[in-house]
């Protein structure tokens, strides 16, 4: 996470889709400074004042030490105690084609 994403926000206004990475991120200490969690994804959601999110980077190989489920698990579990409804920020199954 990088306090920027809040000035992007005030600058550039209202995203109408953001593609946001919740993989990769553990163990924190060797990740933080190139990957982000899921709660920092939620964090950029706010702050860039994005109107729809989707979670991306993750899923496809194991880089890091988290479970391979476990991103879009604790992504719904973030969004959840930021109050963003699940259908405003989710992930797509993989596989799956969403339209916008």
């Known amino acids: 996470?990088?306090?920027?994403?809040?000035?992007?926000?005030?600058v550039f206004g209202s995203f109408d889709l953001a593609l946001l990475p919740i993989g990769a991120y553990s163990p924190r200490p060797y990740m933080s400074p190139v990957h982000c969690s899921p709660s920092d994804s939620v964090r950029i959601y706010q702050d860039i004042k994005a109107k729809k999110g989707l979670g991306m980077h993750w899923g496809a190989w194991v880089l890091t030490a988290e479970p391979f489920t476990e991103p879009p698990q604790l992504?719904?579990?973030?969004?959840?105690?930021a109050g963003i409804p699940e259908?405003?920020?989710?992930v797509c199954e993989i596989g799956e084609t969403v339209f916008f």
């Open 1 to 10: 996470y990088c306090p920027a994403f809040k000035d992007i926000g005030n």
């Open 75 to 81: 992504l719904a579990k973030e969004c959840q105690k």
């Open 87 to 90: 259908e405003d920020f989710t």
